[in-house]
């Protein structure tokens, strides 16, 4: 018994295949290309890379026989598991859910983006719900109070989020300053690594209870940028003021809630200058998704199919 997941988010076109223990027998991923220079896709563009990435992704399966034991699917229909979240791009994956499932006579299982991530980080370290969960990436900065729904969703209450940007796309738009191409935050954090005892603190966290903004980071980031800061301590300075306003979120979330324990998941919660600041500073029990499935996958989706099933 295997079960398949598909997520089709803003930048990356994800396939998993999960056995009934739970075991990844198979992740793959297209990222979404963006121009050079360009802060990201419109949702039409990104829609129309999912539905030419989708066949490629699936022959490859194909050939591995990975589809010859499946027993369900599970797809991310929308961003957040909340009433009137949509985004155009999860058709694509919802479409092709809806044809295999058809044709070969297989049970779907619809979740949203945001669940995806949170068991992928869930499962692999052993979490049950209740707990916290602070969800960093380029589309999304929300401090969640995360209990089980049913017998696989998962209710998700914001107790935070951001008012502007969030906080990939202040990395994004600091690094595309910088010259590098989008999405940016593997080669700052690379940037910020090669520092050399760099000046702390050159960017302030903005952060009232569990709701932040980064609009005025971004600016204070870029004016230092045409100061003449150097783009690797402008680089560490960026995923300081992050690390900074991710522990203030996670210590309101704290007070607002009967849990210590913590969850952290996204693409920004992969970066190892934030999760040290966190380790070191909160004496919590912090878990990490790992680095590669904090990032866009289809893995945590498969594993909510595989709870599904059960």
Same mark, same amino acid.
């Given at each position: ?24 027998? /198979? ?12 802060? *990201? ?9 999912? /539905? ?26 929308? #961003? ?7 985004? #155009? ?5 919802? =479409? ?19 669940? *995806?991530?949170?068991?992928? *980080? ?61 999405? /940016? ?31 005025? #980071? ?11 800061? #150097? ?48 380790? =070191? ?30």
């Amino acid at each position: 018994m295997t079960v398949l997941g598909i997520d089709t988010s803003n930048y990356t076109t994800s396939l998993a295949v999960v056995n009934k223990g739970g075991e990844v027998l /198979c992740d793959h991923r297209k990222v979404l290309d963006v121009t050079h220079g360009k802060k *990201g896709l419109r949702q039409s563009e990104a829609f129309y890379q999912h /539905c030419n990435n989708l066949p490629g992704l699936f022959s490859d399966l194909k050939s591995s026989k990975f589809l010859e034991s499946v027993s369900a699917i599970a797809v991310s229909k929308t #961003p957040r598991n909340i009433e009137g979240s949509y985004m #155009p791009v999860f058709t694509a994956g919802v =479409n092709m859910a809806s044809i295999l499932a058809d044709a070969l006579s297989l049970p779907i299982y619809n979740c949203s983006h945001q669940e *995806g991530h949170i068991y992928a *980080g869930m499962v692999p370290n052993g979490l049950e719900a209740p707990f916290i969960t602070l969800h960093l990436s380029g589309g999304t900065t929300d401090l969640l109070k995360v209990e089980a729904e049913n017998d696989y969703r998962l209710k998700v209450e914001q107790l935070g989020t951001s008012s502007d940007l969030h906080c990939g796309q202040f990395v994004d738009r600091v690094g595309v300053k910088l010259g590098l191409k989008f999405p /940016c935050g593997q080669e700052m954090e690379k940037m910020a690594l090669q520092s050399n005892n760099p000046q702390k603190g050159l960017i302030p966290s903005s952060v009232s209870g569990g709701d932040v903004s980064f609009s005025g #980071p971004l600016t204070k980031a870029l004016n230092l940028l045409e100061q003449g800061v #150097p783009p690797e301590e402008l680089s560490f300075n960026v995923f300081n003021t992050i690390a900074k306003t991710a522990e203030k979120m996670i210590r309101f979330g704290v007070s607002q809630t009967d849990t210590k324990e913590v969850l952290l998941v996204g693409g920004v919660a992969s970066n190892k200058q934030i999760r040290n600041w966190l380790s =070191n500073r909160l004496k919590l029990n912090i878990h990490f998704a790992t680095p590669k499935l904090s990032r866009d996958n289809a893995v945590g989706v498969a594993l909510m199919g595989l709870k599904a099933l059960k």
